[in-house]
């Protein structure tokens, strides 16, 4: 197979160039940096469009690139549920959380979480958050960019990944979130076009979608799978998987971020309802690549070592110099912006529920200087913690989705039963919390052991990670609501504008102008036609 020719280096040459030049004018709009509210939520006045765009293009990153494809290469379309139900869960976003993160004026959800419950309840999302990032997306999205170095650019996987940080970091530490959300509006337009270009030369090279067809089987096709599935049966998918969906589109700051920036309730909801037609499209542009190269391996076209080569190889081999070195680009853009955001979220967090809490008095510079250590010190464990990733999953988009179906339930648990009950309280949700740690924590260890295991022990450790979430958060949600009816309910004082049932903000809180009614019917409309392009996916991967 051909390598990269001088064309297609010019090109990634010129993207990258492109990319850090829009960054740096971004950086050196002084007004991003003179309040914390600019440098990290981009002054809170981002439209709609930016808001969408960066919610599709920080969610895209090597879960997508290289897992998706991966997985689709070896079990078909099932794999894309989780883009499809990711659609559905950002109008829950919309219309059920922007109305109370945006009037109340946070800027992190542990910060929610405290006035909703208590200290405690940040100081535990916020921990876990910064775990998370390391087991999760910091340390998967590292391994997929070693991946693309590997098998595309021809250089060692460990410099891959140490270069793609490098990068990442001249624009995301100084620039700030606007940086951030501008870099990630190109890169999508960018990684959009790219993929859909490789899978049209794939399908070209193959004979068609009629010859796809005939060539896989047609269990390839079917995103309804038997419960007894190992990876996604039907039940996890409509029950466990929107645990997940609720707590990472919802609830966890890598994405929220986004919505908190928006200039208004209008515009973080409209920014979530274009983000959810933008996450139909993976189906199409990574899960189906991979089908696509799963075709040409038997009829001897395509050579692909390993699943998760699946794209790199398409990539590598079927498209003309020049083409190829704009789609490596966008694709290792699309890496560097997922973890930019990354970046920038762990900045916020460890500045403002860690360090800010521990020493108020703390300049804003020394702050932002604190944030920028502690996610170099994050970068060096999420690259630690690389080897120890394929004992959770072969393939890499199961293995960042069973990691997170041991930390959504709890806080999944908190967040919804905390804005729709007013009963539950902070004594509830630490023991809620708690016990979602310690059930979650065994399930991570005893899976990296299971071979050893027997009894109920291994069906602990081996039960499906989808069903093994519902039934993570059944017991989340009991014990919030039993352990909070043997304490006082919480006054009206403190659950002012925090649930539905006491939607008057406090007193001297932040005003956020109410919805335009104009505004609000077209997105109604919206969001109809977005639920019929889902239900129209669904039946057309039925079986």
């Known amino acids: 197979m051909e390598s990269l020719a001088v064309l ?15 960054a740096f004018w971004v950086t050196r709009q002084k007004s991003t940096h003179e309040t914390s509210s600019g440098y990290f939520l981009a002054g809170r006045n981002v439209g709609w469009f930016v808001v969408g765009a960066a919610l599709f293009a920080s969610n895209i990153g090597s879960e997508h690139l290289v897992g998706l494809a991966g997985t689709g290469f070896g079990s078909g379309v099932a794999v894309g549920q989780f883009e499809v139900l990711a659609s559905l869960i950002l109008l829950v976003l919309g219309w059920v959380f922007v109305p109370f993160y945006l009037k109340s004026g946070v800027f992190t959800m542990p910060e929610f979480l405290e006035r909703r419950y208590s200290a405690g309840a940040r100081w535990y999302l916020a921990i876990i958050s910064i775990v998370g990032y390391v087991l999760t997306k910091i340390s998967v999205t590292l391994y997929a960019g070693g991946i693309v170095f590997e098998v595309l650019l021809g250089g060692g996987f460990w410099t891959g990944a140490i270069v793609i940080v490098v990068l990442t970091g001249l624009y995301t530490v100084f620039g700030g979130l606007r940086a951030v959300l501008y870099t990630e509006l190109l890169q999508t337009f960018m990684l959009i076009g790219g993929a859909i270009l490789v899978t049209a030369i794939g399908l070209n090279k ?6 796809m067809r005939a060539t896989v089987d047609t269990a390839y096709f079917d995103m309804w799978l038997p419960m007894s599935h190992p990876d996604f049966p039907w039940t996890g998918i409509m029950f466990g998987a929107p645990i997940l969906g609720v707590w990472y589109w919802c609830t966890d700051q890598f994405i929220v971020q986004r919505v908190l920036s928006a200039n208004g309730i209008d515009n973080a909801r409209r920014g979530t309802i274009f983000g959810g037609f933008l996450k139909i499209l993976p189906l199409f542009i990574f899960v189906l690549p991979g089908i696509v190269a799963f075709a040409l391996v038997k009829d001897g076209s395509l050579t692909v070592a390993r699943p998760d080569h699946a794209l790199p190889e398409m990539i590598r081999s079927l498209l003309p110099a020049g083409l190829r070195g704009l789609v490596v680009a966008g694709f290792l853009a699309a890496l560097m912006s997922s973890l930019a955001a990354v970046f920038n979220s762990c900045s916020t967090l460890i500045t403002w529920d860690v360090y800010r809490k521990m020493r108020p008095e703390a300049t804003e510079k020394q702050l ?5 250590f502690a996610t170099g010190i994050l970068v060096v464990l999420g690259l630690a913690w690389i080897p120890f990733m394929k004992y959770i999953s072969d393939q890499l988009y199961v293995y960042l989705q069973s990691v997170q179906a041991y930390i959504s339930p709890p806080i999944a648990a908190v967040f919804l039963l905390g804005i729709f009950w007013r009963r539950v309280n902070s004594r509830g949700a630490i023991a809620s919390l708690a016990t979602g740690f310690v059930l979650g924590l065994a399930r991570l260890l005893l899976e990296l052991n299971k071979g050893s295991l027997e009894g109920f022990v291994h069906w602990y450790a081996d039960i499906n990670f989808l069903h093994f979430a519902i039934f993570l958060f059944v017991i989340c949600s009991a ?10 309910a ?54």
């Not at 297609?8 to 829009?22: E, K, N, R, S």
């Not at 932002?368 to 920028?372: C, F, H, P």
């Not at 919030?480 to 006082?488: K, M, Q, R």
Request: charged letters at 15%.
């Open 490 to 543: 919480d006054s009206d004082e403190k659950l002012a504008g925090l649930t539905y049932a006491t939607p008057i903000p406090p007193e001297g809180a932040v005003v956020v102008p109410d919805s335009d009614p104009v505004w609000r019917r077209k997105d109604v409309i919206l969001t109809v036609l977005l639920v019929f392009c889902v239900l129209a996916v669904w039946l057309y991967f039925n079986g």
């Open 206 to 211: 193959l004979g068609g979608w009629e010859v």
């Open 479 to 488: 014990v919030l609501v039993i352990v909070s009816l043997t304490a006082p």
């Open 368 to 372: 932002v200087t604190v944030g920028k």
């Open 8 to 22: 297609d280096w010019a090109m990634v040459g010129l993207y990258f160039v492109v990319i850090l030049g829009v």
